[in-house]
């Protein structure tokens, strides 16, 4: 379940502020710490969980790495709140259904 992985690397505020910023455009490591006002090794550490999440992808241009918010990352995310929102939909159209009869039964 990558969900899960995707789910906890943003549930920290600092990665989501992190994550936010890398969708606009990409960031080094130095751009992020003083963005978030953190450390650059905690910015790095960061990284390393939105990586792992598949959450940032990176290249390198020279010396230096630039990372961006990787829209894949989100992907069984979306699908396992699409199957959410599926399971809701169908329990409201079960029990607009019933009522329905119900009403045409009593009425």
């Known amino acids: 379940m990558t969900y899960i992985a995707t789910l ?6 600092t990665r989501r502020l ?15 710490a ?3 006002d953190v450390s650059q090794p905690a910015v790095s550490q960061h990284l390393r969980v939105l990586d792992g999440a598949r959450l940032v992808t990176h290249r390198r ?6 990372y961006s918010a990787s829209p894949e990352g989100l992907a069984e995310l979306r699908r396992y709140v699409d199957s959410l929102w599926d399971d809701v939909l169908t329990a409201y159209a079960t ?3 019933g009522s329905g009869a119900k009403r045409r039964k009593n009425g």
Do not use: S
């Not at 241009?61 to 630039?66: L, S």
């Open 18 to 32: 992190l994550y936010e910023r890398m969708r606009r455009r990409p960031h080094t490591v130095g751009e992020l």
């Open 34 to 36: 003083r963005l978030a």
């Open 61 to 66: 241009e020279g010396t230096r790495r630039y």
């Open 8 to 13: 906890t690397a943003l549930a920290d505020p």
């Open 95 to 97: 029990t607009a259904t």
